[in-house]
T-cell receptor
Framework: TQLLEQSPQFLSIQEGENLTVYCNSS?????LQWYRQEPGEGPVLLVT?????EVKKLKRLTFQFGDARKDSSLHITAAQPGDTGLYLC??????????FGTGTRLLVSP | DSGVTQTPKHLITATGQRVTLRCSPR?????VYWYQQSLDQGLQFLIQ???????AKGNILERFSAQQFPDLHSELNLSSLELGDSALYFC????????????FGSGTRLTVV
């Protein structure tokens, strides 16, 4: 069973701070996705990274896929309260299903 | 609105009972995926259907079953319910496989008492 470990599990910061969330596995993935989930809602896709070493930017969010396609990171610059939520990485195993990470719960206080 | 519709939003039922959760995928999506989310287990893949056929199975219990109908909506049937089945159940859909990402519904919160 592929496991995607995310760290940290919980993060509580002040508005304006920067943060990085990590997603690690011993397995190689053909692609990796990041989702954000808010209470009472389903996860919403933020980005898909496909190529090892790929970096994608989405406003204040920067996503990186590791060179070996086993890990990924999400960096948020100048966090805002609206960034609060559960961040999930998900690896494409190539076998018709996504494997989701353990999740990072982020709280950004004003 | 993500385009994926799940009903009901909340369900409270007793142990030993049977319930059916319903999902209508986003227009044009042929794949439907069911996931279970609990506090201690995270998002666990249950089963996938593509255009009416079962494509992949995860850690789905024998008490659980699913199907996808010709109009592409899907139902997840949970029977002989136990307290531990209390969780959020999500349906997601995609055009084809996993590479393009999923669109999730808002989920059904099942509470077994």
């Amino acid at each position: 069973t592929q496991l995607l470990e995310q760290s940290p599990q919980f993060l509580s910061i002040q508005e304006g701070e920067n943060l990085t969330v990590y997603c690690n596995s011993s397995s190689v993935f053909s692609s990796l996705q990041w989702y954000r989930q808010e209470p009472g809602e389903g996860p919403v896709l933020l980005v898909t990274v496909v190529t090892g070493g790929e970096v994608k930017k989405l406003k204040r969010l920067t996503f990186q896929f590791g060179d070996a396609r086993k890990d990924s990171s999400l960096h948020i610059t100048a966090a805002q309260p609206g960034d609060t939520g559960l961040y999930l990485c998900a690896g494409n195993t190539g076998f018709q299903k996504l494997v989701f990470g353990t999740g990072t719960r982020l709280l950004v206080s004003p | 609105d993500s385009g994926v519709t799940q009903t009901p939003k909340h369900l409270i039922t007793a142990t030993g009972q049977r319930v059916t959760l319903r999902c209508s995928p986003r227009s044009g999506d042929l794949s439907v995926y069911w996931y279970q989310q609990s506090l201690d287990q995270g998002l666990q893949f249950l089963i996938q259907y593509y255009n009416g056929e079962e494509r992949a199975k995860g850690n789905i219990l024998e008490r659980f079953s699913a199907q996808q109908f010709p109009d592409l909506h899907s139902e997840l049937n949970l029977s002989s319910l136990e307290l531990g089945d209390s969780a959020l159940y999500f349906c997601a859909s995609s055009v084809g496989g996993t590479a393009v990402g999923y669109t999730f519904g808002s989920g059904t919160r099942l509470t077994v008492v």
